[in-house]
Structures are given as C-alpha cells and as structure tokens.
C-alpha cells in the first residue's frame, strides 16, 4: 500500500521532533541536566507567576507523578523550591531558586543557536504556510 503525502508528513513531523529533541539534549548534555529536568526548568521559566505542581505537569505534557519525582531532583539540586499555597494545603507552588536562572539562560541560548541552524535557508511565507498547517491540525485535535 502507497504511502499517502498526510502519511508521510505524520511521519516526518514525528521524526523531526524526535530529531530536533535529541540534537538539543546532546548541546545540552554538558549542563548536567536530563532532558526531562531542563524542559521543567524551561517551562517553569515560562510563567509569569510560580505555578502550581499540577499547572506545571499541564504545561509540561507529564503526569503528576511523573513531574513529582523530577521536582524531587531538580529541588536536590537547588534549582527550584516548592512553596505551600494558603489557600490550598495540598497544593503547592514551583519556584525557581536563583542558581537556576543562569542555567536556564545557557539552556536558551543554545536553543536559540539550535533554531537559528536548523531555520537557516528556510523561507518565511514557507514558514508561515507550515504554522498555519500546524494549527489546524492542531485545532483538528482539540476537536472532540
């Protein structure tokens, strides 16, 4: 059976992000940081105001369980601190401790150096066209 071109770009969309992931995992590999702990640090980063635990395991894509035991680390490691909420004892509140934002800038800078290769030679109304596709599949997917 023929490979259909939505088939394929399923497939080169899929290897492209798990390409992307793994070149910027290997840059980043000399920070001492997992790729799981530098995309909470980045994501934590992110919002305005400290998170909840639960908010930050939305952003991220993770379960709850999962993002406990790599705040666990990250809090070992002096670079994020939970924080009580007031109005909910069960709730807490993910900060970043000051010894992070160092680290999240070196993490961004070599992001940014990562985009910049891999956009190079690729046309802005070609890009526009891509993010418009994205997006509808995207808004495809929220669809129930």
Do not use: Y
């Not at 910027?24 to 992110?46: K, M």
């Not at 909840?52 to 994020?80: F, H, K, M, Y």
């Not at 150096?113 to 109304?125: H, I, P, S, T």
């Amino acid at each position: 059976m023929p490979l259909t071109d939505q088939h394929r770009f399923g497939m080169q969309l899929a290897q492209m992000s798990r390409g992307w992931r793994a070149e910027l995992d290997r840059r980043l590999a000399g920070l001492g940081l997992s790729q799981a702990r530098w995309l909470v640090l980045l994501h934590l980063a992110r919002f305005d105001e400290a998170p909840t635990q639960r908010e930050l395991a939305q952003s991220v894509g993770v379960e709850g369980p999962t993002l406990a035991r790599l705040l666990d680390s990250l809090e070992g490691q002096g670079l994020v601190q939970r924080q009580s909420v007031l109005e909910d004892r069960r709730a807490k509140k993910i900060v970043l401790c000051a010894p992070a934002r160092p680290l999240i800038e070196q993490i961004e800078t070599i992001a940014t150096q990562l985009r910049l290769e891999l956009f190079a030679g690729v046309d802005e109304a070609d890009l526009a066209v891509c993010m418009r596709v994205h997006g509808h599949i995207l808004g495809n997917l929220e669809k129930p």
